[in-house]
């Protein structure tokens, strides 16, 4: 790389002046000359059919503009890849209005108005006659052989048949219950043995249990839970000469052209995206938010701009849930520790709409991060009437970890094995293997696993033995506890490209087509192609955020991809430039191309030597694919046409990462916590938190600590209080406000929280860096359950969020006195 | 006709900015008004249109109510006076300073800044059914939904319940009350005073209310006489998370010792009855004790005499019982402090 150091710096990012000083307009921010305000009528029901609206009142009302049915939603369109192949749009799927809600606030119409008062007071003055539907909100009630379904035709989504050899069947809704006799360990909190939708397995599952010293059998339930995005989802829509225009947040800029585009069936060409700022994701807003078509439609409705603020409740609603996992872990143990055997099942909650793959990513993680010599995973994911489930960060693997470390924490003990050795006995080590088999019954592997530095390194940092020798010692009302928990998840795709010019003064302009949800990526990632190009950063200039700045064709930000994929385009798109510079300077200054380096602004082999801003202007000069007038074959056509538009500026790097890759990319974290129990109220604080994450080199260093411990306190809400709360028997939710769900405040975190990083290079990838946004999730929720557990001993909780209820009623009784399995308490 | 739990409906906004002014304001308005403190309460019933009102009368532009003064050894704190300045008054934190942590622990700073005391002890419950809309029979309807085999009541009564099973959400309450607070009622012309700890009211006198306010009624000052100050206080708010949460169940006592044995005591409990719940057998029970384990044991299972859990409420129980030893015990409080 050049003499210009820029990976593993920290510095400024251009945005952030913007971002603390108020100045930063997030999509809610803009204003329109006689823009108008839309309000939503959400469904009062948890399924219901409309079987008639009367808008007479509402449309009689002064300042009322247009009214907005689902009948009028363009139909959902098929998407077509890349590669040519049409996936078919599901005809069940969530749109951004309907007729048959399949949970409460679900919208059902949307009013325009000139303010937000009358488009309420409008939304009032609706008529609706509806027909409630039978509905269910708790999984394993509608497993149950009597139980009721969400949806007419079942509460699983199943594939039609289809033809030998022929593509597979449509998504159907299908019916699954589990037989009576199944279901005789429910009542000692025992997750039913049914049948399941998935099941791999690899390695000898009976000689592992055979063998085992210690074979455990634990059930424990994950919480489903909001994103809690700052930001809601607020969009503001206009059109102009036919093309439109929206403002709102995402986790990519340039994906969500295309999920505008496909749910408005418009042409690419036809939407202009303006998201410079969005305050959070976490995975709920992958590419934007299909709501975003209601105030587009009004706003084609009524030749007007329109705005629709989401509110808090809304996007309680809307913005969708992680999906709670209730699993079942049967898992044998050697006598030294080493994990034998692993029989796993899950049954994963989803909306009544498409459903998250969680309940089947959990045995994927728990297979890496564990290493079991033989497993089973068995899956089902049940369909309810309750909100949309959207991948939540960490997405399955967080779930597994959440249902595995409880088993992990109790074999050590209860095998006398120091719990940080009993996860360094177990732990992946550099290309390690994982489940479920391929297709040839092989395993894949990952590029690379450095858990084990990361457990000795935080063993250190966080004084593991002192903290030890103190755990369960009384001290008046209180005890101490300290857990550890091991994590990882996918950080890293491939195949994306990178495109940046440098132009005739010298300036380097990089087009980023990353979302800027608050993670610094969209600039991060772009220092790669400076540092190699040799252009200190304050000469570049990134371009994010509006879709009419021609931007290339870029990741989501979503498991923890984009460190990965876009260092990797960003160095394809400077090896690309680097070539080019150096011909142009061997055919202007003569010699030989290969003999020329790039560095300090300048080309130079030694002897002769010109500046990037001559090589720019000879570019320009050369024209061809010098400037981007030709262009590679290979990049992708969102690519091709941002190039084209740029062609003839100055020096253009533009390419597609097709760096080999041999395995599949993970990211890895350990969490260590320690918590002071009170025996008297059963409230527990946490006192101290250090966290290590290997996910390659580190890019910039402050950015990646705030990912590191911001996603561990994401986590420590799950393991704290954060909820969602539902009466079954109505269906409703009863907590739709922060103070009721209680995310974690500052408050309930430690006070100085430590990090560090392995920082050793993935040999997968050129520039040695993975993401690292996903695996701290679960480490976080998990060393602080842990560490209850070695202040109290281990038959305390069996679900997540452990409160102090839980607790209190635990130490009265003497065993988990909690209801495992039901749904949303 | 459709549900919408959102945007403040219009209404007529008053703003009087003198004591007259507004008793005469809240008189003819009667059941039409709404009288406003700090908002924390109102707005959410107002912006949720679950309640609605056709007249706000804002009391924040009357300087009257506002403010701490010494009256013969004890307080007269207005209404209007914010949490954050009971929590930080001098006066407050040296002689009656169950009430200063009492304040000091309500809901989050900002919230603190904003909320008045007049408004935390006549705030309405917090029942998450009944907050929502749903017509129970707070709300006039025939059903306690929050007491039904599916419900989810782990913040509710385990004690007092009467077909109503919501609790006080206050934290200042129980403290008022262990202190033997007198409330000053105006109503037009004339004022009355009511012992807090008959201010407030649960379901088997009145299930719409909390207080004994009427329509009509404006609550002007609290009165802490100066029977307890500098007494020995205890006050411990249980909750879920550290900041912005309302308590599972609060504790407030003042303590009169002489020679090791307690003279006289005040004991109450937040949270677990629709009012706060003066143990009036606890107190009798610690009059003469020595503060020892048998006196605390005691204490604490009078304390849950009669506690009727629900559901998901059980550990209210022991809560409660532990609670109550704590604060005969004294010293430092868990890890809620």
């Known amino acids: 790389m050049g003499s210009t150091r820029l990976v593993g710096e920290n510095y400024t990012t251009p945005d952030l002046l913007a971002k603390v000083t108020g100045r930063a307009k997030y999509a809610e921010d803009f204003r329109v000359d006689g823009m108008l305000f839309a309000k939503l009528l959400l469904s009062p029901f948890p399924h219901a059919r409309v079987l008639s609206v009367d808008t007479t009142a509402a449309e009689a009302m002064p300042g009322v503009r247009g009214i907005l049915r689902a009948g009028e939603l363009p139909a959902p369109a098929d998407t077509v890849t890349d590669l040519g192949e049409t996936i078919r749009a599901n005809p069940m799927g969530e749109r951004a209005l309907t007729d048959e ?82 279901w005789g360990e429910v009542d000692e909190g025992r997750l039913p043995e049914g049948d399941h939708q998935t099941d791999w397995s690899y390695g000898d599952l009976e000689a592992g249990f055979r063998d085992a010293a210690l074979v455990l059998d634990e059930t424990f339930s994950t919480p489903n839970n909001q994103h809690h995005c700052l930001e809601t989802r607020t969009a503001l829509a206009y059109w102009q000469n036919g093309k439109l225009f929206m403002h709102t947040g995402t986790q990519s800029a340039v994906q969500t052209v295309a999920s505008i585009s496909r749910w408005m069936n418009l042409d690419l060409a036809d939407v202009v995206l303006i998201t410079e700022y969005t305050g959070g994701g976490f995975g709920s807003k992958a590419t934007g938010a299909v709501s975003c078509m209601i105030p587009a439609m009004l706003a084609r409705k009524t030749n007007q701009a329109v705005m629709m603020r989401i509110t808090r409740e809304e996007e309680q609603m809307i913005g969708g849930l992680r999906p709670a996992v209730h699993g079942r872990i049967k898992a044998g143990f050697a006598r030294d520790g080493r994990l034998l055997a692993v029989d796993m099942m899950t049954v994963g909650e989803s909306a009544a709409y498409e459903a998250q793959g969680d309940a089947g990513t959990s045995g994927r993680i728990v297979s890496l991060v564990y290493q079991p010599a033989a497993m089973r995973m068995r899956s089902t994911t049940v369909l309810t009437n309750t909100p949309p489930r959207r991948a939540q960060s960490q997405p399955g693997g967080f779930q597994g970890i959440m249902l595995m470390e409880p088993v992990v924490w109790k074999a050590a003990r209860e095998l006398g094995i120091d719990q940080v050795a009993m996860r360094r006995l177990n732990a992946p080590v550099g290309k390690a293997q994982f489940g479920p088999p391929s297709g040839n019954g092989t395993l894949p592997h990952v590029t ?378 | 006709m459709a549900t919408i739990h959102d945007v403040i409906p219009p209404f007529q906004l008053f703003q009087p900015t003198t004591l007259d002014a507004a008793a005469d ?141 919501a609790v006080s959400p206050s934290d200042t309450a129980p403290a008022l009350v262990a202190l033997d607070a007198q409330m000053v009622i105006r109503r037009g012309g004339q004022e009355r005073v009511v012992e807090a700890e008959d201010y407030f009211v649960g379901p088997s006198r009145d299930i719409r209310h909390m207080t004994v306010l009427e329509s009509g009624d404006l609550l002007t000052t609290i009165r802490i006489p100066a029977t307890w100050a500098g007494a020995r206080f205890y006050f411990e708010k249980v909750r879920d998370r550290e900041v912005w949460d309302f308590p599972l169940v609060n504790v407030a006592s003042a303590i009169r010792e002489n020679g090791g044995r307690i003279t006289e005591a005040r004991v109450v409990v937040g949270a677990v009855a629709a009012h706060p719940l003066r143990l009036h057998d606890v107190e009798e029970s610690l009059a003469g004790a020595m503060v020892n384990d048998e006196t605390l044991v005691r204490a604490g299972e009078l304390a849950i005499r009669g506690a009727r859990p629900l559901r998901y409420n059980a550990y209210k129980v022991p809560l409660m019982r532990n609670l109550v030893k704590r604060a005969v015990r004294g010293g430092p409080t868990g890890t809620t402090a």
């Open chain 1, 101 to 182: 809600p399949v949970y409460a606030g679900e919208p059902v119409l949307a009013v325009a108005a000139i303010d937000e008062e009358t488009a309420a007071a409008a939304i009032e003055a609706i008529r609706i006659e509806w027909e409630p539907l039978p509905f269910v909100v708790d999984p394993l009630e509608s497993l149950r052989p009597d139980g009721p379904n969400p949806r007419e035709q079942g509460n699983s989504w199943g594939r039609a048949p289809s033809e030998a050899g022929g593509p597979p069947g449509e998504l159907v809704v299908q019916s699954i219950k589990w037989a009576s006799a199944d």
């Open chain 1, 448 to 825: 690379s696993s450095f858990l084990v530095e990361c457990l000795d390194r935080g063993a250190e940092l966080f004084d593991w033995p002192t903290r030890v020798a103190r755990s369960g010692q009384r001290n008046g009302s209180t005890v101490r506890g300290a857990g550890v928990a091991v994590s990882s998840f996918v950080a890293g795709s491939v195949g994306f490209d990178g495109l940046f010019l440098i132009t005739p003064e010298g300036r380097m302009i990089v087009k980023s087509g990353i979302g800027n949800l608050g993670n610094e990526n969209v600039f991060d990632v772009h220092r790669v192609a400076a540092e190699m190009m040799g252009v200190p950063w304050d000469k570049v200039d990134i371009h994010w955020g509006d879709t009419a700045n021609h931007l290339p064709w870029t990741c989501v930000s979503g498991g923890s991809q984009t460190t990965h994929a876009m260092t990797r385009a960003a160095h394809a798109a400077a090896t690309d430039a680097i070539a080019k510079a150096k011909e142009i300077a061997a055919r202007t200054l003569g010699g030989n191309a290969a003999a020329y380096r790039v560095a300090d602004e300048r080309v130079s082999d030694g002897a002769r030597s010109m500046t990037l801003a001559q090589v720019a202007q000879q570019a320009i000069r050369l024209g061809g694919r010098f400037d981007g007038h030709e262009l590679p074959e290979n990049i992708n056509r969102v690519t091709t046409t941002a190039a084209t538009a740029l062609a003839g500026q100055g020096l253009m790097g533009v390419a597609r990462d097709t760096y080999p890759r041999d395995g599949t990319t993970f990211g890895f974290a350990a969490g260590f916590a320690e918590v002071e129990v009170d025996l008297e109220t059963g409230r527990y604080k946490v006192l101290d938190f250090t966290a290590v994450g290997d996910s390659g080199t580190i890019i910039h260093p402050r950015n990646y600590g705030g990912q590191l411990l911001g996603r561990s306190v994401l986590g420590m809400g799950h393991a704290l209080a954060q909820k969602t709360v539902y009466d079954q028997h109505y269906g409703l939710s009863l907590a739709n406000r922060f103070y009721q769900n209680r995310p974690p405040t500052i408050l309930d975190i430690p006070r100085n929280m430590q990090w560090d990083a392995v920082n050793l290079p993935d040999p997968e990838t050129p520039v040695g860096a993975k993401g690292i946004g996903e695996p701290p999730v679960a480490a976080g929720a998990m060393a602080i359950l842990n560490a209850l557990s070695a202040a109290l001993g281990d038959e305390i909780y069996r679900r997540a969020p452990v409160t102090l209820d839980t607790v209190l009623m635990a130490l009265e009784h003497g065993r988990p006195m909690q209801e495992p399995l039901t749904a949303h308490i």
């Open chain 2, 25 to 165: 304001l809240v008189r003819e308005h009667g059941d039409e008004a709404w009288i406003m403190a700090g908002g924390m309460d109102s707005f959410d019933w107002l912006k949720d249109r679950t309640k609605r009102t056709e007249a706000v009368i804002d009391l924040s532009m009357v300087e009257e109510l506002r403010g701490i003064r010494e009256v013969e050894g004890g307080l007269e704190i207005g209404a209007m006076t914010t949490l954050t300045d009971v929590a930080e008054h001098p006066a407050v934190r040296d002689r009656f300073g169950v009430l200063a942590q009492a304040a000091a622990l309500v809901a989050s700073p900002q919230i603190r800044h904003q909320g008045t005391l007049g408004g935390n002890v006549s705030q309405d419950t917090r029942c998450a059914y009944y907050r929502r809309g749903w017509t129970c029979y707070r709300a006039g309807g025939n059903i306690c939904y929050a007491d039904t085999p599916t419900a989810i009541n782990r913040e509710h009564a385990i004690l007092g319940a009467s077909r109503c099973v």
